[in-house]
C-alpha cells in the first residue's frame, strides 16, 4: 500500500514582521516647477518694492550732505565731503528747530487727546448696546469719507469765532476732530476681539466702569493703541493744508509750512542743501517711530485675525 507523505511545513522566519505601508506619491514635477516661479516672481516684486521706497530715501539723506553745485553737477555721486553745516544751517538760519518744537507739540497733544477719547468711545461702541449705538458708529465712519477740503472754509470761520485761529491749542484740536473718525473705527473692531470675562471677573470684584477700562481693558488693547497711533502720527506730521489755512502765524509754523517757505525763500537762489537737510530732519521722527514700533503695529492690525 502506497502512503502519501505530507512535506513538513517550513520553519518560520525569525525576525520583526514586515508593515507594508502605502508611500504617498511624489508631487508632479509641474506642480513644483510653478511654486518655484510663483516664489520668484513674488520675492522679485517685493526687491522691486524696497528698491522704489529706500533708493529715495537714501538719495535725500545723501543730498543732505552735498552743496548747492554738487546736487546739480553729479546729483547721483556720493558727496565729496560731509557738509554738515546743512544741518547747522537749516536747523539755525532757516528757523527748523522753531518748526519742529512747534511740530512736537502740535503732534503730541493731538495724539494723546486722539487716542484718550477714541479709545473711550471705541470701548463704549464696542462693549455696550444703548439706543443709538449703530448710529453713532456710523457717523464717525462716514467722518472718514467726508473730504477735509469741502470743511475748510466753514471750519476757519468756526476757529476764528472761538478765538484758536494761528494758536497752537486751536491746531490741536483740529487735529483731534480730524483723526478721531479713524481712530473709534479701528478700535471699535479691536475691542470687539479683546475677551469680556476679564471685564466681567473686574465687575464681580467691584470694580467701576471707569476703573474697569484704564487699569484693565486699555493696556490689553495696547498693540491696537499703538497701531492706530502710528498711522495718526504719520497723518498728523504730514499734514499741510489744515496749518496752511488755520496757522498763518509766522511764529507758529510746524515743519511742512517751514520746508515751503524754505523752498520758495530765496527763487531761484534757493537753498537747495539745507532744504534737502531740513527734509531729513522732518523725516527722521516718522522712520524712528515706526522702526522701534514694527512688532506692534504688525500686532495690532492681525489681531483681529487671530481671533
Keep these: ?21 502605502d508611500l504617498a506619491p511624489p508631487p508632479p514635477a509641474k506642480e513644483k516647477k510653478e511654486g518655484t516661479v510663483l516664489n520668484v516672481f513674488s520675492h522679485g516684486v517685493l526687491v522691486i518694492w524696497a528698491f522704489m521706497v529706500v533708493m529715495p530715501l537714501l538719495w535725500a539723506v545723501m543730498t543732505s550732505f552735498k552743496d548747492d553745485r554738487s ?10 565731503a560731509l557738509h ?10 532757516a528757523n527748523m528747530s ?7 507739540l502740535v503732534v503730541g497733544g ?6 484718550v477719547l477714541g479709545s473711550m468711545a471705541a470701548y463704549v461702541l464696542a462693549r455696550f448696546d444703548f439706543p443709538g449705538n449703530r448710529f453713532i458708529y456710523f457717523l464717525f465712519i462716514g467722518g472718514m469719507s467726508f473730504p477735509i477740503m469741502l470743511a475748510l472754509v466753514p471750519l476757519f470761520y468756526v476757529v476764528n469765532n472761538m478765538g ?13 476732530a480730524y483723526s478721531l473718525p479713524f481712530t473709534v473705527f479701528f478700535l471699535t473692531a479691536f475691542f470687539r476681539t479683546l475677551p469680556t470675562s476679564i471685564a466681567e471677573a473686574a465687575f464681580v470684584d467691584g470694580a467701576s466702569h471707569s476703573r474697569t477700562f484704564f487699569q484693565i481693558m486699555l493696556p490689553m488693547a495696547k498693540p491696537g493703541l499703538i497701531s492706530v497711533g502710528i498711522f495718526n502720527f504719520l497723518g498728523q506730521w504730514n499734514q499741510y493744508m489744515l496749518p496752511t489755512v488755520l496757522n498763518t502765524d509766522p511764529d507758529k509754523r510746524v515743519l511742512t509750512q517751514g520746508l515751503v517757505q524754505l523752498a520758495v525763500s530765496q527763487g531761484y537762489k534757493g537753498d537747495w542743501s539745507g532744504l534737502f537737510a531740513g527734509l531729513v530732519m522732518a523725516m527722521l521722527p ?6 522701534i514700533f514694527q512688532r506692534q503695529v504688525v500686532q495690532g492690525l492681525t489681531a483681529g485675525a487671530l481671533k
Excluded at 1 to 21: D, Q, Y
Excluded at 71 to 80: M, V
Excluded at 286 to 291: M, P
Design 84 to 93: 554738515f553745516d546743512n544741518w547747522s544751517r537749516a536747523w539755525t538760519q
Design 164 to 176: 484758536l485761529l494761528n494758536t497752537i491749542h486751536g491746531l490741536i484740536l483740529v487735529y483731534i
Design 71 to 80: 546736487i546739480f553737477s553729479s546729483p547721483w555721486s556720493l558727496p565729496d
Design 1 to 21: 500500500m502506497k502512503t502519501t507523505e505530507t512535506p513538513a511545513p517550513l520553519p518560520a522566519e525569525s525576525g520583526p514582521p514586515i508593515i507594508k505601508t
Design 110 to 115: 493731538s495724539l494723546i487727546g486722539t487716542l
Design 98 to 104: 522753531d518748526y519742529f518744537l512747534n511740530t512736537v
Design 286 to 291: 516718522v522712520l524712528a517711530a515706526y522702526i
